[in-house]
């Protein structure tokens, strides 16, 4: 049977109202999620996401929660977003996540290369999400972080990792000089996605017209998905997204350059400490590799070319006053909120062609 035929069925019974008649692309699939488009008799298509673990099943709530919240203030965005969206409960107690297709396809490697086009487009896309309100993730109970926050947050990682004997001492200085350095840390956060990558981003024609996954969102480091792209395009890629992302913000940022460098480096941190919670020997030993391989190669202008610039003085730069006392203000006032799990009830089961589902209309 077709591997994602049950996700017709659960299209199915999370919009009764709709008879859809085909599977169609995007479909995908990977350890912990199926995703496939299904069409309806109007010709109408739809993105259904079903997911195989708990972490990620929590995500797509997580997700429903902050399209609510961004109900109206999505409008202004120049992409689609997951939403209106319909869920329905599976085996499992896990659900699916169903909702109007994006126009086009999920990005590949190859797009982050070679469309200036593409790049503006990625640019406009990722400053006008980082401008959104931090009410809305507060609405959806998302983590509202300051600038010292993730500094700290970052720092206390830094440590953690010190357990493993993985991180060469030239690394482990050059990452402690950054994270202690607070000139580099006194930027606005910003609504950021946090867990960019090509398959939640969609593309037509050369231009972003939907993003999903947002199941990690939260009130953070603009560098953190700036990091992402940065590091998985090409160089002019990277300069054009970036120019274009400037022009659009709306707050100064003069060391993003810098931090972006930073969290394309943490971000091998963060996999060595995940396989290091998992015990996971497999990640940690690439994890380990991917370090010692930064620190072989490292020199003093760092390793993405699209950001040399930033490095070609010793001295970092001076934020004007009225920014710093901005800064200062928006940090006394922010704080964390930790995010809450829906419930889902053990004994809720019931079935359907191809797979057990049922609506279920408080999600």
Same mark, same amino acid.
């Given at each position: 049977?077709?591997?994602?035929? +049950?996700?017709?069925?659960?299209?199915?019974?999370?919009?009764?109202?709709?008879?859809?008649?085909?599977?169609?692309? +995007?479909?995908?699939?990977?350890?912990?999620?199926?995703?496939?488009?299904?069409?309806?008799?109007?010709?109408?298509?739809?993105? @259904?996401? !079903?997911?195989?673990?708990?972490?990620?099943?929590?995500?797509?709530?997580?997700?429903?929660?902050?399209?609510?919240?961004?109900?109206?203030?999505?409008?202004?965005?120049?992409?689609?977003?997951?939403?209106?969206?319909?869920?329905?409960? =599976?085996?499992?107690?896990?659900?699916?996540? @169903?909702?109007?297709?994006?126009?086009?396809?999920?990005?590949?490697?190859?797009?982050?290369?070679?469309?200036?086009?593409?790049?503006?487009?990625?640019?406009?896309?990722?400053?006008?999400?980082?401008?959104?309100?931090?009410?809305?993730?507060?609405?959806?109970?998302?983590?509202?972080?300051?600038?010292?926050?993730?500094?700290?947050?970052?720092?206390?990682?830094?440590?953690?990792?010190?357990?493993?004997?993985?991180?060469?001492?030239?690394?482990?200085?050059?990452?402690?000089?950054?994270?202690?350095?607070?000139?580099?840390?006194?930027?606005?956060?910003?609504?950021?996605?946090?867990?960019?990558?090509?398959?939640?981003?969609?593309?037509?024609?050369?231009?972003?017209?939907?993003?999903?996954?947002?199941?990690?969102?939260?009130?953070?480091?603009?560098?953190?998905?700036?990091?992402? =792209? @940065?590091?998985?395009?090409?160089?002019?890629?990277?300069?054009?997204?970036?120019?274009?992302?400037?022009?659009?913000?709306?707050?100064?940022?003069?060391?993003?350059?810098? #931090?972006?460098?930073? !969290?394309?480096?943490?971000?091998?941190?963060?996999?060595?400490?995940?396989?290091?919670?998992? !015990?996971?020997?497999?990640?940690?030993?690439?994890? #380990?590799?991917?370090?010692?391989?930064?620190?072989?190669?490292?020199?003093?202008?760092?390793?993405?070319?699209?950001?040399?610039?930033?490095?070609?003085?010793?001295?970092?730069?001076?934020?004007?006053?009225?920014?710093?006392?901005?800064?200062?203000?928006?940090?006394?006032?922010?704080?964390?909120?930790?995010?809450?799990? =829906?419930?889902?009830?053990?004994?809720?089961?019931?079935?359907?062609? !191809?797979?057990?589902?049922?609506?279920?209309?408080?999600?």
């Amino acid at each position: 049977m077709d591997d994602f035929l +049950p996700l017709a069925a659960m299209a199915a019974a999370a919009m009764p109202d709709n008879d859809f008649v085909s599977l169609c692309l +995007p479909r995908y699939k990977t350890d912990d999620l199926r995703v496939c488009a299904v069409q309806d008799a109007a010709e109408r298509k739809w993105l @259904v996401t !079903n997911p195989s673990t708990e972490q990620r099943d929590q995500e797509l709530q997580i997700q429903s929660r902050i399209m609510q919240a961004l109900a109206h203030d999505g409008a202004r965005l120049p992409f689609s977003l997951p939403w209106p969206a319909h869920s329905v409960r =599976v085996i499992g107690g896990k659900h699916a996540l @169903v909702h109007a297709a994006f126009s086009g396809r999920p990005l590949s490697q190859e797009d982050l290369t070679v469309s200036d086009k593409l790049a503006e487009s990625l640019g406009n896309a990722l400053a006008s999400l980082h401008d959104l309100p931090a009410r809305i993730l507060q609405a959806a109970e998302r983590p509202i972080f300051s600038a010292d926050q993730i500094r700290r947050r970052w720092l206390n990682l830094l440590d953690e990792g010190a357990t493993t004997r993985s991180i060469p001492p030239r690394l482990w200085q050059r990452w402690e000089e950054r994270l202690e350095d607070v000139s580099l840390w006194r930027f606005p956060p910003a609504f950021i996605h946090a867990d960019l990558q090509e398959p939640y981003l969609y593309t037509k024609d050369e231009v972003i017209t939907g993003i999903t996954g947002f199941g990690n969102a939260q009130f953070g480091d603009p560098a953190r998905d700036l990091a992402w =792209v @940065v590091s998985s395009s090409s160089d002019e890629f990277a300069k054009r997204m970036l120019n274009a992302y400037r022009k659009l913000r709306l707050s100064e940022d003069p060391k993003l350059n810098a #931090r972006i460098e930073l !969290n394309s480096e943490l971000v091998l941190l963060e996999w060595l400490l995940h396989g290091v919670q998992e !015990n996971n020997e497999e990640i940690i030993a690439d994890a #380990r590799q991917l370090i010692a391989q930064l620190a072989d190669t490292l020199d003093n202008t760092g390793l993405l070319p699209a950001l040399r610039e930033d490095f070609t003085s010793k001295k970092a730069d001076k934020l004007p006053e009225t920014s710093t006392d901005n800064l200062k203000e928006t940090e006394e006032n922010t704080t964390e909120i930790s995010p809450q799990t =829906v419930a889902i009830p053990a004994d809720d089961t019931s079935s359907s062609a !191809n797979e057990d589902t049922q609506s279920d209309p408080s999600i």
